[in-house]
């Protein structure tokens, strides 16, 4: 086969969860398919620099949200013509567009003029919530539906406060319902890595014989004594955006709380992500970022991870990479976490959203010591890109 897997935005090189999902996936499909993964750029650059068996196509000066009508996917870009070129040449058989933007529709329309097959997956909740969040203004989990006045009411008190913007808000999200109306009609196969989002999904009329659940939650349990481990101080790790809505300043503010000298939190994220958020406390450090390849070794130097999130996760890779190194995990109870802490034989703990006190209670329930997960593991993303490829070959 020859398979394109398509990343919406210019932000490829990154190497948040999305992009390991996708990386991760392509190695092991160009083991036996001729694999490449298509993103936009803004300049004139390739961001290739390790070694890969699949191959990237840089789509340079390609701004599809330059042009506001473009942005809404009322009209292609100019840049449609750059797409219909490398159709014409790779002649794909199967394109997987990862997260989602309105200007895709054109992209997806033209593929199914080449009669190419169509896989989404939506890795986060912003394809159908337009403030990405799947929370409304009382922080309760929504139940997904794309309901015009509701959204831009919940997104204007979420985000804005400010009624001069409804009108602006009630368009966006109006045009978002049509787009998403038309775009489930070209699409042939949907991949949901979390089953509450399909069930999302169902709500907004997707047809359920187009969508499949493929989520990296197959836990291997063994039978081993667990190891109670102890320890003179505990390391903490948080990796992922720095941002409120990960939930990083209710962790920070937990920190300042608890013993400094047993409790070390290291933050890790791109400087980019980061919001107006101090983290400049003693037991507190801003690490950066690691790469891909860098993570086993991340995290073998700790002994929890923390992921306070306050908003919907879809299925955080950064779980399953902190269990199968034996780590503690202490999550939030928000969909996405909640489903992986809750695995049976996982060692972690889940709190309650934007609750500093149960944050604290906690950490400091582990000062009498933890069973940790180094008898059990994940299954490797190498055996839900076994699933996927089986899933493309029933499309063909």
């Known amino acids: ?11 490829w090189g990154s190497l948040g969860g999305t992009e ?31 070694e890969t068996n699949y191959r990237e196509i840089v789509l340079n000066n390609f701004n599809p949200n330059s042009n506001r009508l473009v942005g809404w996917g009322i009209i292609p870009s100019s840049q449609i ?28 329309i033209v593929c199914k003029v080449f009669q190419t097959k169509v896989v989404f997956t939506s890795h986060i909740v912003n394809f159908t919530c337009i403030n990405g969040k799947l929370t409304n203004p009382k922080n309760e989990i929504c139940d997904g539906k794309l309901i015009v006045k509701r959204c831009a009411e919940c997104y204007m008190m979420g985000e804005y ?39 999302v999904l169902l709500t907004n009329g997707f047809q359920s014989k187009k969508l499949i659940v493929i989520k990296p939650m197959n836990f291997e349990s ?18 992922g955006r720095l941002s409120k809505l990960k939930g990083l300043d209710v962790l920070l503010d937990a920190f300042k709380e608890l013993d400094e ?7 890790y994220g791109s400087q980019s992500d980061l919001e107006v ?88 329930e582990l000062r009498n010591g933890f069973n940790d997960n180094s008898n059990n593991k994940f299954k490797s993303l190498e055996t839900i ?8 070959f029933q499309l063909l």
């Open 277 to 364: 958020i101090e983290y400049n406390q003693k037991n507190v450090k801003y690490m950066g970022e690691f790469q891909f390849n860098e993570t086993d070794r991340i995290l073998q130097n700790y002994d929890v991870l923390c992921l306070p999130s306050v908003s919907y996760e879809m299925t955080p890779l950064s779980i399953i990479e902190a269990v199968n190194n034996g780590l503690f995990v202490i999550g939030t109870d928000v969909p996405g976490i909640r489903e992986l802490i809750m695995n049976e034989g996982i060692k972690g703990k889940i709190v309650k959203r934007n609750s500093k006190q149960e944050l604290i209670n906690a950490f400091n």
């Open 222 to 239: 063994h039978d081993q004594k667990p190891i109670l481990k102890k320890f003179n101080t505990l390391k903490v790790i948080y990796t």
């Open 385 to 392: 890109a076994d699933e996927i490829e089986k899933q493309y």
């Open 20 to 50: 390991k999902y996708i990386i991760e996936i392509s190695n092991r499909h160009s083991l036996s398919h001729d694999v490449a993964i298509a993103f936009p750029s803004n300049d004139v650059i390739n961001l290739k620099n390790h």
């Open 161 to 199: 406060n400010k009624k001069s913007k409804f009108v602006s808000h009630f368009l966006n999200i109006t045009l978002k319902k049509i787009n998403i109306s038309v775009l489930k009609y070209f699409l042939d196969l949907v991949v949901s890595i979390n089953e509450n989002y399909n069930d």
């Open 1 to 11: 086969m020859r398979i394109l897997h398509f990343f919406p935005w210019t932000s």
């Open 81 to 108: 013509f750059k797409w219909i070129k490398l159709l014409r040449k790779e002649n794909f058989d199967i394109i997987h567009f990862h997260c989602y933007e309105p200007y895709l529709l054109w992209l997806i």
């Open 261 to 267: 000298h047993y409790f070390y939190l290291d933050v």
